[in-house]
């Protein structure tokens, strides 16, 4: 699933191509990418329909276009969903799904949607051009200039829960995912499975840091490809797969210590660490209550 830094990258592709456009066409190819817009494929394409791109913003993994009435439309790219910008008489890509033909300063282009799961989608957000309330509820992310790195550090050392589960909860930081939660955690030499509460502050700070520090490197290497279904809106593949350390690596050597990195099963996905550098925690041993026999 794309995370943050490839869900930037089309975002800042998008604010290069098509800021200014008016949306003079919408085609809607298959009604499930548009699902969760109340009023269905025509009138989706028709809420869209004569309206100009005045922006493009991205909350955690979601992304939005705001449009000239206040509304926005809203997207999610999910397991393989694409946003590309293509020249109008270039084949349709084999799971195009939605079509947008623009003018204005996009002219001569067309801002497509494919998706070969179908797990993404688009729908328009009334309203949301500064924030759609769909997604007000999730977390600003690492690299947000307003996130707030105290309240992360405070909120993580309050749970119990592992330190991996909650890098992946997007109601307290969005955007991390699963291959950059395992690539910051390596560099910090932290088990994922080690809770928030018995962290130090210091310990947090330096992950949270680490989460930023891979993120940027993996926007400036366009992200993370392991196939064809992340691309960027040009339809290119990005290259920080190359510069992991851990996720993917089971059974290569660690290079920091040379020991073989580990696979784990991990909310039906995989976790990938050092069993040298990151050690398993141990298990706090439940206190056992001495019985004073009744006289």
Request: charged share 30%.
């Amino acid at each position: 699933m794309p995370e943050l830094p490839e869900v930037e990258v089309v975002r800042a592709g998008l604010a290069r191509h098509v800021l200014g456009a008016t949306i003079t066409s919408v085609e809607v190819l298959h009604p499930r990418p548009v699902r969760r817009d109340p009023r269905g494929p025509a009138g989706f394409a028709e809420a869209l329909t004569g309206r100009r791109i005045e922006d493009a913003r991205r909350r955690g993994k979601y992304l939005w276009l705001p449009l000239d009435n206040g509304d926005a439309l809203l997207g999610h790219l999910g397991m393989s969903g694409q946003l590309l910008v293509q020249p109008p008489d270039s084949p349709a890509e084999r799971h195009l799904r939605v079509r947008l033909r623009l003018d204005g300063a996009a002219e001569g282009r067309e801002l497509r949607f494919v998706d070969q799961r179908m797990f993404g989608g688009l729908s328009v957000s009334a309203g949301g051009a500064d924030l759609p309330p769909e997604i007000a509820h999730i977390a600003r992310d690492p690299l947000d200039p307003d996130f707030d790195d105290e309240a992360f550090v405070a909120k993580v050392r309050r749970r119990a829960s592992g330190i991996k589960r909650q890098l992946l909860d997007q109601n307290l930081v969005s955007g991390v995912g699963n291959i950059y939660a395992d690539e910051a955690l390596w560099r910090a030499q932290i088990h994922g499975e080690r809770p928030g509460e018995r962290l130090t502050r210091t310990q947090v700070r330096e992950l949270l840091g680490h989460a930023r520090e891979v993120m940027g490197e993996a926007l400036g290497q366009g992200g993370t490809s392991f196939d064809a279904l992340y691309v960027n809106v040009n339809g290119e593949s990005g290259y920080f797969d190359r510069a992991l350390h851990a996720y993917g690596r089971e059974g290569e050597p660690c290079d920091r210590c040379g020991t073989p990195v580990r696979r784990v099963a991990f909310m039906n996905r995989s976790s990938y660490f050092c069993p040298v550098c990151q050690p398993v925690p141990r298990r706090r041993r439940t206190p056992v209550r001495s019985v004073v026999p009744a006289e």
